[in-house]
Nanobody
Framework: QVQLVESGGGLVQPGGSLRLSCAAS????????MGWYRQAPGKQRELVAT???????NYADSVKGRFTISRNNAKNTVYLQMNSLKPDDTAVYYC???????????????WGQGTQVTVSS
């Protein structure tokens, strides 16, 4: 069984910063891509950023220059540093990972439970 546990969400004023963390736990062989997605009320879930096992990153245009994704492979953890936050960044942020099990035949996709980020004065 694999769990992705997020932390670091909360309430912040516009222009402020937050750092999200997501740790993968359980018994697995390796993790490929890890990423963050978000879903605002009444909207579809959307990509925020991803990072490959080799460190290649990808960002949504709306967060480029403000958010930074990184990972610690030894800790099976992905981070999202969010700076210059705007009210439009308010959403539930979900961690996502592609995981390979020992003896498996394909990558398996997992989601965290989500953490609320609210940007408001």
């Amino acid at each position: 069984q694999v769990q992705l546990v997020e932390s670091g969400g909360g309430l912040v004023q516009p222009g402020g910063s937050l750092r999200l963390s997501c740790a993968a736990s359980g018994s697995f062989f390796s993790i490929n891509s890890m990423g963050w997605y978000r879903q605002a009320p009444g909207k579809q879930r959307e990509l925020v950023a991803t990072v490959s096992s080799g460190g290649t990153t990808n960002y949504a245009d709306s967060v480029k220059g403000r958010f930074t994704i990184s990972r610690n492979n030894a800790k099976n953890t992905v981070y999202l540093q969010m700076n210059s936050l705007k009210p439009d960044d308010t959403a539930v942020y979900y961690c996502n990972a592609d995981i390979w099990f020992q003896g498996g035949s394909r990558w398996n996709n997992y989601w965290g439970q989500g953490t609320q980020v609210t940007v408001s004065s």
